[in-house]
Structure formats: C-alpha cells, structure tokens
C-alpha cells in the first residue's frame, strides 16, 4: 500500500493543500450562492434556476458514486463470494486513489463551467443595494447576522437539509447498508442511481410548487413528509432479511421504492431551501437597504463546509460503538448485528429526521411567505425608482 502520507511529512503536505482547497472551495461557493439574485428578483423564477442547483448537488455524487463502485470497485477491490456463489469486493487503497483523481478532475471541470457561465452576469452595477455605489462595511454585516431573525431561522433549516444529504451517503454508512446489510455493494449501489433519476422530476415539481406557494410553505409540507418516509425506511433497516437485497426479490424492489422516494422528497425540499437563501438576501435589502448576497452566501459556505466535515466524524464516532475503530472499516463481508442495524438506521435515517424536526421548528415562525416576498420586491422596486428620481432630480439641479 502507499504510504506517502503516513509519515509527518505526508501530513504536512496534505494539511497545507487542504488548506488552500478550503479557501478556494469558500471563494466559489460563495460567488455561486449569489447567481440567483443576480440572474432574477422574481419569486416564482427563483424556485426553478434552485432546480438545477438540487439536480447537480445530488446527481454529480451519483453518478461518481457508481462510476466508483461500478468500475474502479471490482477491477481494484478485493473480491470475494457472497452466500449465494455472486462476487462482490471490498474497498482498497488502489480504489481510493483512483476515486481521488476522478473526483479532482470532475470538480475542475465544473469549476471551468462555473466560470464561463457566470462571466457575463459580472458586471458592478448587479451588486448594488438601493443606493448606487453604496459599499457594505463591516457593521451592515454583524447587523445581518445579528438582526436579521429570518437568516437565522433559514441557517437552521439550511443544516437540517445538508445534514440529511450529507451523513446518511458516507462511505462508512453506505457500506453498512448496501453491502452489510443488504448484500450488494456493487449491486444496491446501482438500484440507489437507478432510483436517483427519476427523482430528479420531484426537483421540478418542488420548483414549480414553490413558486406557486412560496418556498415556506413546501419546505414544511414537504419536509413532514421526508419525516414519515423515513420512519418506513428505519422499519425496513430493522426487518429485512440479511443480504436480503442481493438478489431479485421482495426486499429489492421495497429498497428500490424506498430509496425513490427518499431522494425524490429530499429534492423538493432542497429546492425551497435553495430558493430561501435568494429570498433572505432581498429580505435584508428590504429591511436595511443593504444588498448583502456575499456575506449571506459565505454563511451558507461556512455551513455547508461545517456540514460536510462534520458528517465523516460523526459517521465514524457512531460505527465505533459496534466495534469499528482504530483502523477497522465496515467491509461487505462483516457480519450483521443488531447492533449494525440500529447504527445504520440512526445514521441513514436518524439523524435526516432530527435535521428535519429542526427545520419545522425553525419555520413556524419564518415570515417570508409568498405573498410576504411579492411585498418585500414591490417595497425595493419603489424605493429604487424614488432614489433614482431623487439623484436625477438632484443632478438636473446641480446643471442649471
């Protein structure tokens, strides 16, 4: 095995790349939260430009996934024969770095992407707030995150929903549960992209509901209905056969429905959060007269980035408690407990449901409705036109 960075100065290498990575990923994530306010200022447009945002946030890691555990798993895994004489692998170094590099190249191929499509809509006079050329400072901005209760209500939520995308696809928990459990990585990683696909009409219909109804109201619809789905899925964890999901039968095609249907719901509820990120931004123009979309898009960066290197510790501090620890990893070939079904549910579904409970809490009293952001647009639009008037009033004055 590679041991290059095994060694101090490995680490060091790799501490010092993951830094630089850190703050080019918070760079670009924070310029691509702001797109949507730039591009639109209507409420039932912003739903839909959030679509595509949903379908390449959960689609990308798909379609990784399986070209993953599809190709690089059985040409560099190690294989072995399951009960009923199929083949299936378990993970090695070679994989891993092999999955590195396409992942790397995947990223860099979007981030050229981003670029291109973003370059038109560069322009200064798409960041300015009610008045021209007015600078945000450093006060406007502590006043944004201490003020400003609809932000901190839409932070809540917004770690609700990436907790619940992030924890339950790690590769600890998804070993857990598509290989421990039910039987197949290689196979239940492919019936998870096969359900995945359809889906993705759900991010439509979330966008098209959301502009309808406003994105408060099917983010609380939808998100109970996450919750429920959830449970029938820890009900399908605690009762389903060992390798149950191996071969073509009852359990695979429940795991198939299941599986649909997490992804599908999870969509349209990532939609409305994508959309209420935008609607906080021109909240705060509303209320302050400041157009702040780069210190509301960096607190969504520092979330997602706090999300996402949080989820593997988490994953890895739970499956310590039935055994795995030190450098012992969840393999296909492990045998299943009770004690791995209560872990894997906990985490694939558990804790999605407690993300979640936060989320209603935090919208009972989120007042941005539909019809409250056509009258926070009106408000701006007409304070806009009388600066506007006023400076031009102002300047056919100073000529005369």
Same mark, same amino acid.
């Given at each position: 095995?590679?041991?290059?960075?095994?060694?101090?100065?490995?680490?060091?290498?790799?501490?010092?790349?993951?830094?630089?990575?850190?703050?080019?990923?918070?760079?670009?994530?924070?310029?691509?939260?702001?797109?949507?306010?730039?591009?639109?200022?209507?409420? !039932?447009?912003?739903?839909?430009?959030?679509?595509?945002?949903?379908?390449?946030?959960?689609?990308?890691?798909?379609?990784?996934?399986?070209?993953?555990?599809?190709? /690089? /798993?059985?040409?560099?895994?190690?294989?072995?024969?399951?009960?009923?004489?199929?083949?299936?692998?378990?993970?090695?170094?070679?994989? *891993?770095?092999?999955?590195?590099?396409?992942?790397?190249?995947?990223?860099?191929?979007?981030?050229?992407?981003?670029?291109?499509? %973003?370059?038109?809509?560069?322009?200064?006079?798409? @960041?300015?707030?009610?008045?021209?050329?007015?600078?945000?400072?450093?006060?406007?901005?502590?006043?944004?995150?201490?003020?400003?209760?609809?932000?901190?209500? @839409?932070?809540?939520?917004?770690?609700?929903? !990436?907790?619940?995308?992030?924890?339950?696809?790690?590769?600890?928990?998804?070993?857990?549960?598509?290989?421990?459990? #039910?039987?197949?990585?290689?196979?239940?990683?492919?019936?998870?992209?096969?359900?995945?696909?359809?889906?993705?009409?759900?991010?439509?219909?979330?966008?098209?509901?959301?502009?309808?109804?406003?994105?408060? +109201?099917?983010?609380?619809?939808?998100?109970?209905?996450?919750?429920?789905?959830?449970?029938? *899925?820890?009900?399908?964890?605690?009762?389903?056969?060992?390798?149950?999901?191996?071969?073509?039968?009852?359990?695979?095609?429940?795991?198939?429905?299941?599986? #649909?249907?997490?992804?599908?719901?999870?969509?349209?509820?990532?939609?409305?959060?994508?959309?209420?990120?935008?609607?906080?931004?021109?909240?705060?123009?509303?209320?302050?007269?400041?157009? /702040?979309?780069?210190?509301?898009?960096?607190?969504?960066?520092?979330?997602? !980035?706090?999300?996402?290197?949080?989820?593997?510790?988490?994953?890895? #501090?739970?499956?310590?408690?039935?055994?795995?620890?030190?450098?012992?990893?969840?393999?296909?070939?492990?045998?299943?407990?009770?004690?791995?079904?209560?872990?894997?549910?906990?985490? *694939?579904?558990?804790?999605? #449901?407690?993300?979640?409970? %936060?989320?209603?809490?935090?919208? +009972? +009293? *989120?007042? /941005?409705?539909?019809?409250?952001?056509?009258?926070?647009?009106?408000?701006?639009?007409?304070?806009?036109?009388?600066?506007?008037?006023?400076?031009?009033?102002?300047? +056919?004055?100073?000529? !005369?």
């Amino acid at each position: 095995p590679d041991d290059t960075f095994s060694n101090p100065a490995g680490v060091a290498v790799f501490i010092i790349i993951y830094f630089f990575y850190i703050i080019g990923y918070t760079f670009a994530s924070c310029v691509g939260n702001m797109e949507g306010n730039i591009l639109t200022n209507d409420p !039932k447009q912003r739903p839909t430009i959030g679509v595509w945002q949903v379908i390449y946030s959960y689609l990308s890691p798909m379609i990784v996934s399986m070209l993953i555990t599809v190709i /690089l /798993l059985p040409r560099f895994g190690t294989p072995y024969q399951l009960e009923n004489g199929a083949t299936d692998y378990s993970w090695t170094i070679e994989v *891993f770095q092999w999955a590195n590099l396409i992942v790397v190249g995947v990223s860099l191929v979007a981030l050229i992407l981003t670029c291109i499509g %973003l370059t038109p809509y560069d322009k200064p006079e798409n @960041f300015e707030g009610i008045k021209k050329d007015a600078k945000p400072s450093f006060k406007e901005m502590f006043s944004l995150l201490k003020d400003n209760k609809e932000l901190q209500r @839409f932070i809540v939520a917004a770690c609700s929903d !990436k907790l619940a995308q992030t924890v339950g696809s790690q590769s600890v928990i998804t070993t857990l549960m598509f290989s421990v459990l #039910l039987g197949s990585m290689v196979g239940s990683s492919i019936i998870s992209v096969v359900a995945m696909l359809p889906s993705i009409i759900f991010a439509i219909v979330g966008a098209k509901l959301a502009g309808k109804q406003g994105n408060r +109201k099917v983010m609380i619809n939808w998100t109970w209905v996450c919750i429920i789905w959830n449970v029938l *899925f820890i009900i399908f964890i605690m009762v389903v056969p060992e390798k149950g999901a191996s071969s073509m039968g009852i359990p695979l095609v429940i795991f198939f429905l299941l599986m #649909l249907g997490n992804n599908a719901f999870k969509m349209v509820v990532s939609t409305a959060t994508g959309a209420m990120r935008m609607d906080v931004v021109d909240y705060e123009l509303y209320r302050s007269g400041h157009y /702040l979309p780069a210190t509301v898009s960096a607190v969504y960066s520092f979330i997602d !980035k706090m999300i996402s290197a949080l989820a593997p510790m988490i994953a890895t #501090l739970v499956i310590g408690i039935v055994g795995y620890t030190g450098s012992r990893i969840p393999q296909a070939s492990d045998e299943l407990t009770i004690g791995i079904r209560i872990i894997t549910a906990a985490l *694939f579904c558990g804790l999605p #449901l407690l993300g979640w409970a %936060l989320t209603l809490v935090a919208m +009972k +009293k *989120f007042s /941005l409705t539909r019809e409250k952001m056509e009258e926070v647009q009106a408000s701006i639009d007409s304070q806009k036109k009388e600066i506007e008037q006023a400076e031009n009033e102002e300047e +056919k004055s100073q000529a !005369k």
